[in-house]
């Protein structure tokens, strides 16, 4: 992570890791299904520790549920201390729904 995204504290801004957040699970939902989906929903997001400027921060997903027209995908977040090197902390983890969109943004099934 980069200065610009800190905030007062010299720690990374929530909303900077909540947008990655999303682009990972979009990026699996994707990998699933070559289809458009749009973000519905993220569900519970608890921050347990800090990210800071240097640290390398990694987004693992899964697909925890597909129906019809959604995919809800876990997204774990783990960094990896600059100032530590090869120690890593949970930071956040999230379920995040991902709806199946057509040409016309109307849901569309996934299948």
């Known amino acids: 992570m980069l200065p610009r995204d800190t905030n007062a504290r010299g720690t990374i801004f929530g909303g900077v890791i909540l947008s990655h957040i999303d682009l990972a699970g979009a990026i699996a939902a994707h990998r699933h299904a070559t289809r458009n989906f ?4 993220m569900h519970e997001v608890e921050f347990v520790a800090p990210v800071y400027v240097g640290d390398v921060v990694s987004f693992y997903t899964t697909v925890i549920r597909e129906g019809k027209t959604s995919l809800t995908i ?10 530590e090197r090869g120690r890593q902390a949970r930071v956040t ?3 995040v729904v991902f709806v199946s969109i057509d040409e016309n943004g109307k849901p569309t099934p996934i299948r």
Do not use: G, I, L
């Open 74 to 83: 876990r997204v774990e977040v783990e960094a990896e201390r600059f100032s």
């Open 93 to 95: 983890e999230a379920e």
């Open 38 to 41: 749009v973000t519905k929903a």
